[in-house]
């Protein structure tokens, strides 16, 4: 896919000033060249001393004043561009379903949202590169002007050139993709060390084989591509001034005998001043080519969590009036199947009948890796049933687009500092709650935000409880709440919080492994290895 088609579409104005400017700054800086060297020749002979005087300053204001605006404007747009391009991968991606995301390699995403900062990089590189472009082709036509042979000359030499960096193109594509992905692999062993260092720090051999044959071989990996990537790009740039040191060695000693001294004079004055935005052209290739790789990747990023850049649209979306309350939900033979690549199915979750009522507290119990958490992301509508109907109070409907009934605390959650959400707070409810969970004296409710999340596994379970319970929805979902609590909290859990909730008419359904308190329940579910066995 081609960096100016996807920039086009993204917005067609930012071509404009990737173009035209800089052409226009080219032509001010070649015809600058053309202007003194006619000028030396002209004020030597004492002519046209005041045109020079005022001319040529004048063009000098114009290519400054080009440049800048040239540049200021496509930073701009430029820099808009790459933000809602990751505004739109994050926003694509926060549609999508669990499973989807649980697929994917998270670090990469990662990795490849880092890599996307090239991207404006590359496009002022790819504007400077239009702009000497424009710069040789004017003075490439001057040199025609002067001399047609020594143009084609010279024309067949930039053809060479040319040849040789497709050429280059060509072999360095699978080198650089493949740096990318030494790269991503090399952020994940450091999220490995990063995330699991305390397991790390007591175990010194997984420490030592993590680093030295992993973190290690990824950095020499991508160290490695990168120095094949810049050899190949050395060794082109090479080639470059080889030709160049062969014009003027061409010049010197073979020109002279059929050219006049004067024209070889300016021709060479002009080509020697082209150097430089040949050379600016050639080191700019690098940078645009990791433009377009990470540009590349971000698109692919973008379609594989459906292209959607309307950030208006809810993410739960449905075509009915939302339920503030319900009497009955009842699954009707809700089958799910967990799947490999190879389409294998490797484990299933029913067919399973379930009836969840109003002001219910309901148990979910089986051993380890029966279901119950799939249970609960079906339930919620988080995973998407293979075979199966929901109806709500005797309605058929889909029960993704009424997720907003649930307020869930998976054994696997991730605690927010901030309550998004929420039009307003009541900081004296939450200082109540706080105290409430034993939390007051290390947690405070300041500047719209908790002040820490440094707490032990229970404190942290509480915290997300309090974000829960302000959240105030229909059906609490619990999922080994009390599982890191100590015999105070795990009595407040079952004895007072679910007799409280279920008074104030929320449905609760709780996983656990509390035997001692399943006289709570209104209904008590087992799982055994995905089927349902109704106590």
Known sequence: MNILSILARENPRILYYLVV???????????????????????????????Y??????????????????????NDLSENVQNKLILRIINNFRRAELEVVENKNLTEIYSQIVNAQTITTSIQKFADSIQHST?????????????VILAVIFFIIFLFI????????????????KEFTHKTEMYEQMSHILNGFKELKISQPQNDDIFHNYL????????????????SHTHFLLIVNVSFYFVI???????????????LIQVMTIYIFMWTPTLSILTA?????????????????????????????????????????????????????????????????GPLNLEIHSGEIIFITGGNGCGKTTLLKLITGLYQPLLGNVYIDQKYVNIADHRYLFSAIFSDFYLFDKLYGFDKIDKQQIDHLLATMALNKKVEWVDKHFSTKKLSTGERKRLALIAALLEDRPIYVFDEWAADQDTYFRHYFYETLL??????????????????????????????????ENK
């Open 499 to 532: 007799p409280l909730l279920k008074q104030q008419g929320k449905t609760v359904i709780v996983v656990t492994h509390d035997d001692t308190f399943f006289h709570l329940a209104d209904q008590h579910i087992r799982l055994n290895y995905g089927q349902l």
């Open 162 to 177: 040319v040849y040789s960096y497709i050429l280059t193109q060509e072999l360095l594509k699978p080198v650089i993709e």
């Open 21 to 51: 400017p800089n052409i226009r700054t080219g032509i001010f800086s070649a015809l600058i060249i053309t202007l003194a060297l006619n000028g030396i020749c002209d004020i030597v002979e004492g002519i046209n001393y005041i045109f």
């Open 216 to 231: 290690s071989q990824a950095i020499n990996q991508t160290q490695n591509t990168r120095f094949s990537s810049l050899a």
């Open 53 to 74: 005087m005022f001319l040529i300053p004048a063009n000098a204001i114009l290519l400054i004043l080009s440049k800048h605006s040239a540049h200021s404007k496509l």
């Open 249 to 263: 060695g061409l010049t010197s000693f073979v020109f002279t005998t059929y050219f006049e001294q004067n024209l």
């Open 135 to 147: 710069s040789i082709i004017c003075l490439w036509i001057y040199i025609a002007y002067l001399s």
């Open 285 to 349: 290739i690098p940078y645009i080519q990791n433009g377009q790789i990470a540009l590349k990747q971000l698109m692919s990023l973008i379609k594989e969590f459906g292209d959607s850049d309307d950030e208006t649209i809810p993410v739960n979306i449905s075509e009915h009036e939302p339920i503030n309350s319900f009497k009955r939900i009842y699954f009707d033979k809700l089958t799910y199947k967990y799947q490999q690549k190879a389409k294998s199915t490797t484990f299933c979750v």
